[in-house]
């Protein structure tokens, strides 16, 4: 089903495999600091994300995932100096993990968090940076601003808003409490919830299906949902004009007419990415 051992990026810290035909997985292994997210890793992920997106690569759907039966414990400043805390904890947070946050949500193709276990702060939003998240059931998420007398970026409270209301993101930030997987399910901050043993399976399963649906489309549409969150009421008139050339190119594409040639005899597709 794979194709061999992973690769070892930012110093082993983040692993790379293809578990499935199309499907590419980025693995955080930070164990000694429980998958917190560095430098190394955070940058390792957004230049592997920027050749990933290339046409000539063969992705078509990135999992992200942890090691060691975690997701991530969120950004790395537990040891940074006292006397240089502020400095360095704000270039972390303003610079590498900004960056990985935005490629993913920049990333044209889907993209999955697969969480294994506890998902926290800088962990939970990149996370929600991908457009599905599958949970093992027995882990717990969280958003420990409030107890680390930490105000939260307005772009990452942002994204909690648009994912989950007002008023869960104001319980999720305001008593900093963690939260369960079937809690995070009825909120909507996770799509799928897996039993033990089930959380790999299931999330090659939807990857997969994703992986193999028509690229253009999933582009596409892609696109036209991340203009609608962007723009909080009415579209720009040239943002509108490119959502509507969007599907127009998409009724004049070779895909467009193998998917239905596909669907009325009942076989797979075989996508152009045209």
Do not use: P
């Given at each position: 089903m794979g194709t061999g051992s992973p690769r070892e990026l930012a110093?082993?810290?983040l692993l790379i495999d293809e578990p499935a035909a199309g499907v590419t997985r980025l693995t955080i292994s930070n164990p000694a600091k429980r998958n917190a997210l560095d430098h190394p890793i955070l940058d390792a992920i957004t230049a592997t994300l920027a050749g990933l997106s290339q046409l000539d690569s063969p992705t078509r759907c990135v999992v992200i995932t942890g090691a060691h039966g975690m997701f991530s414990a969120g950004y790395d400043?537990?040891?940074i100096p006292d006397a240089e805390f502020e400095e360095r904890a704000e270039r972390l947070i303003a610079h590498p993990f900004t960056e990985a946050i935005e490629a993913l949500e920049a990333f044209p193709l889907p993209t999955v968090a697969s969480l294994p276990g506890h998902t926290i702060g800088g962990g939970l939003e990149l996370a929600l940076a991908c457009d599905l998240r599958v949970a093992e059931?027995?882990?717990k998420l969280g958003m420990p601003p409030a107890k680390l007398g930490l105000v939260y970026s307005h772009t990452g409270?942002?994204?909690f808003i648009d994912a989950i209301g007002v008023p869960r993101t104001r319980?999720?930030?305001l008593l900093g409490r963690y939260i369960s997987a079937s809690t995070a399910?009825?909120?909507g901050l996770v799509n799928r919830v897996a039993g033990a043993g089930e959380l790999e399976p299931?999330?090659?399963e939807l990857a997969g299906e994703m992986a193999g649906n028509a690229p253009l489309s999933q582009t596409g549409n892609k696109r036209v949902i991340a203009a609608l969150l962007h723009a909080h009421g009415e579209l720009a008139p040239d943002v509108e004009e490119e959502l509507i050339e969007l599907r127009r190119t998409s009724f004049a594409s070779d895909d467009m007419r193998e998917g239905m040639r596909a669907f009325a005899e009942k076989r797979p597709a075989n996508w152009q990415g045209r």
């Open positions: 110093d082993g810290k400043i537990g040891e059931d027995d882990i409270l942002r994204r319980e999720l930030f399910l009825q909120w299931l999330t090659l």
